[in-house]
């Protein structure tokens, strides 16, 4: 095999992984607009977390997220528990009346240093946004806020 073969063969693989790999993205994207997520509403979403144990209160869990927020789609929350790094094993976001409740989760390793997220979650009306903090000896706490907004982010 000679160099001009190899690189013609080469050129051909790659179309063919780019056009096979587009097809495969727009496939994907049809099924997912024919099927929406199903629908997990909040206790059915705390359930999936805890596993049905008690969620405890605490202020150990520090929520931040306005008061009012101008626009659903874009809402800022930070959370951060103020317990070492290896006594926290996740950070739970809920939104207690949104389609899908479960916004996000993120799991921790000592490596990351502190039990620390800021992200930006989407609300389609006002409620509770809910944090809980997965403990590593299997308990549960948690911080809730009420934010009230204007313009729904969710459609």
Sequence with gaps: MNRRELLK?????????????????????VEL???PPPKKPYEEALKEITGGKTVTD???????????AENGAVVPVTVEVELPIEQVKAIHILADK???ARTMSVEFTPANGKAYISTRIRL?????VVAIAQLADGSFIKAQKPVKVTIGGCG
């Design 124 to 128: 389609a009306e006002s409620m509770n």
């Design 9 to 29: 063969g080469a050129a051909l693989a790659v179309s063919g992984l780019t056009f096979g790999s587009s097809l495969l993205t727009n496939v994907f994207a």
């Design 33 to 35: 607009a024919d099927a």
């Design 58 to 68: 605490s202020d150990k869990v520090k929520l931040i997220a306005p008061e009012i």
């Design 98 to 100: 949104n389609h899908n």
